[in-house]
Nanobody, 120 residues
Framework: QGQLVESGGGLVQAGGSLRLSCAAS????????MGWFRQTPGKEREFVAS????????YYADSVRGRFTISRDNAKSTVYLQMNSLKPEDTAVYYC?????????????WGQGTQVTVSS
């Protein structure tokens, strides 16, 4: 069994930065692609960023490209999401995910989510 635990969410002003962390255990990390998703009330959970296991290639949603950076530290079994130049529309619950994010995104494990609130 695997588990993902997010941390680092909070309240920031527009233009500020936050760094989210996701600690993984078991098969939730090893050989898995890792990703971040976010969800606001009344909206579908949307893809934010991902990083592949085999070649560490990264992908970003258009809305965050150039502002967010995803990375992973395999030694610590941790994936990060550095969020810069935050906007109020970035406000959401952010979820860490492990799975396969290639031509088709398939999530095997979800984190519990961490709230990110960006004030205007």
């Amino acid at each position: 069994q695997g588990q993902l635990v997010e941390s680092g969410g909070g309240l920031v002003q527009a233009g500020g930065s936050l760094r989210l962390s996701c600690a993984a255990s078991g098969r939730a990390f090893s050989t898995s692609d890792m990703g971040w998703f976010r969800q606001t009330p009344g909206k579908e959970r949307e893809f934010v960023a991902s990083i592949r296991w085999n070649d560490a290639s990264t992908y970003y949603a258009d809305s965050v490209r150039g502002r967010f950076t995803i990375s992973r530290d395999n030694a610590k079994s941790t994936v990060y999401l550095q969020m810069n130049s935050l906007k109020p529309e970035d406000t959401a619950v952010y979820y860490c995910a492990a799975g396969s994010f290639r031509s088709i995104r398939v999530v095997h494990y979800w984190g519990q989510g961490t709230q990110v609130t960006v004030s205007s």
